[in-house]
């Protein structure tokens, strides 16, 4: 079979490699399609950790091809997503059930092999059905979807809210639209290519803002700005310093903020503790996707998330190192790499 593989820093080969075998509780999935995310392009500059030689590929979902000797609730032909992230639990954190802290994450397309591949080996307890008459490619979105989804518990949005949304990557399209599932009415999106801001409000943003158009304060929460006053939450989904310091200044008093974009590691950024402190901010992080797939396989099976507009284009997996190894296009939100191409 084909497969992506890291061997280095830099050194990402699509080349032929041994169909791997099912232990006794794995699934072997054929996949239909398979994400590319920043993420993929850390790994690539050796900007995150992992382990290579690795197939990467961590936003997959496909048809089980083969079974384990105790693999139960699954048949051959199922449609299924796989949750990356494997949880050791037996570790405190995760006996305390926050298995995204698991001091032992194992991560498929990280540590071990993943989905940019022909084939994928998942753990039975890491897999999720889907309907048989789902759109191939919409699975591979239950990764990134299942995130976003930890990030609006976290943000506990109540019906009536007015959200706020940084930032028109994926990560915010799939957030802007969870928060209307929550029950927002007023959903602002800021993000600083047009093409972005109009996708925003196809998916169900009531507006969006141009930060590069005038201070986002002002537009937002000034005195003539669309929420007056600040918002009940904000979702940084930028992973910029000045998108998480806009953050504390567009929540009303006694409003959450919630991180979900990464920073650069051992980045900083200048906040004032007194300004939170005497408006009591909720200033929450959230990391990956505990006990999440479940519901955003749910959620994509039923069809209550815009996914068709997200694919930007499919790829082959011949094509894909290409497309790990450069920025991102302009215009450009979800690149899916198809290996049947
Ligand atoms: P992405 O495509 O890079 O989206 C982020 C977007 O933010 C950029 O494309 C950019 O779009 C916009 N942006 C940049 N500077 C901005 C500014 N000053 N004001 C407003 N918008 C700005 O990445 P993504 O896949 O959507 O992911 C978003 C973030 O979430 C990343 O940091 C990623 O690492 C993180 N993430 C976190 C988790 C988690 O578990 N917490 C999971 C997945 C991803 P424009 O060019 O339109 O401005
Ligand atoms: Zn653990």
């Not at 054929?30 to 920043?38: H, I, P, S």
């Not at 158009?213 to 000045?242: N, R, S």
């Amino acid at each position: 079979m084909k497969a992506m593989r890291l061997d280095g820093v830099g050194r990402l080969f699509t080349r032929e490699v041994d169909r791997p075998s099912p232990g006794p509780d794995e699934l072997l999935i054929r996949v239909e399609a398979c994400g590319v995310c920043g993420t993929d392009r850390h790994l690539f500059h050796g900007e995150f950790p992992c382990t290579p030689p690795v197939t990467l590929g961590h936003e997959f979902s496909g048809l089980v091809e083969e079974m384990g000797s105790s693999v139960t609730g699954f048949k051959v032909g199922d449609r299924i997503t796989g949750d990356p992230n494997i949880a050791c639990g037996r570790c405190s954190h995760c006996i305390e059930g926050r298995v995204n802290l698991c001091r032992n994450l194992c991560a498929i397309g990280i540590h071990r092999d993943g989905g940019f591949a022909d084939y994928v080996l998942v753990p039975q307890r890491q897999a999720f059905l889907l309907p048989q008459g789902l759109n191939p490619m919409h699975g591979a979105f239950c990764e990134p979807l299942a995130c976003c989804l930890h990030g609006i518990d976290i943000a506990d949005i109540r019906s009536g809210a007015s959200v706020v949304v940084l930032g028109g990557g994926v990560i915010g399209l799939l957030t802007v639209q969870l928060a209307r599932l929550a029950g927002a009415t007023n959903v602002i999106l800021s993000t600083r290519q047009a093409s972005r801001r109009k996708l925003a409000e196809d998916v169900g943003a009531t507006a969006s803002v141009d930060p590069t158009k005038g201070d986002v304060g002002e537009q937002i929460c000034g005195p003539q700005g669309l929420v007056p006053g600040g918002v009940d939450v904000v979702l940084e989904c930028a992973g910029v310093g000045e998108t998480v310091q806009q953050a504390t200044r567009l929540v009303r008093p006694g409003g959450t903020v919630v991180i979900v974009g990464v920073m650069p590691q051992g980045e900083t950024i200048a906040i004032e503790p007194f300004d939170l402190l005497f408006r009591e901010i909720n200033l929450r992080t959230s990391f990956l996707n505990p006990f999440t797939h479940g519901r955003a396989a749910a959620l994509i099976a039923n069809g209550s998330i815009e996914i068709e507009k997200l694919i930007s284009r499919t790829v082959s997996l011949d094509e894909a190192s290409n497309v790990v190894s450069n920025p991102p296009a302009p215009g450009d939100v979800k690149i899916l790499v198809v290996p049947a191409r």
